[in-house]
């Protein structure tokens, strides 16, 4: 089946850094674009950031632009977020998806997703 599962979520300061990992599974990794999502409490599911299969392709919300750094390992079946700068409204559970930039409701697989909080 298909798996994603993420870490690397935490407490940080405003201004810091974090740098979240999602592993996946149960398809072929290198065939596909990913995307990171989030969902900030009380509000919806907000594309962050997607990469294309070969990681040659990137593309960033604007919220996040500058700041934050999509890669992909496709020997290893992994996708890297890299947050720097990270802002209190960065704070929402981080979802890795399979798929590009699409309506954020338009993604069939997930995983858990990994909390990041940023507050002083």
């Known amino acids: 089946e298909v798996q994603m599962v993420e870490s690397g979520g935490g407490l940080v300061q405003p201004g810091g850094s974090l740098r979240l990992s999602c592993a996946a599974s149960?398809?072929?990794?290198?065939?596909?674009?990913m995307s990171w999502l989030r969902q900030a409490p009380g509000k919806g599911l907000e594309w962050v950031s997607g990469i294309n299969s070969g990681g040659g392709t990137t593309n960033y919300a604007d919220s996040v632009k500058g700041r934050f750094t999509i890669s992909r390992d496709n020997a290893e079946n992994a996708l890297y977020l890299q947050m720097n700068s990270l802002k209190p409204e960065d704070t929402a559970l981080y979802y890795c998806?399979?798929?590009?930039?699409?309506?954020?409701?338009?993604?069939?697989?997930w995983g858990q997703g990994t909390q990041v909080t940023v507050s002083s």
């Open positions: 149960g398809f072929t990794f290198s065939n596909y674009a």
């Open positions: 998806a399979l798929g590009g930039q699409r309506p954020s409701d338009a993604y069939n697989y």
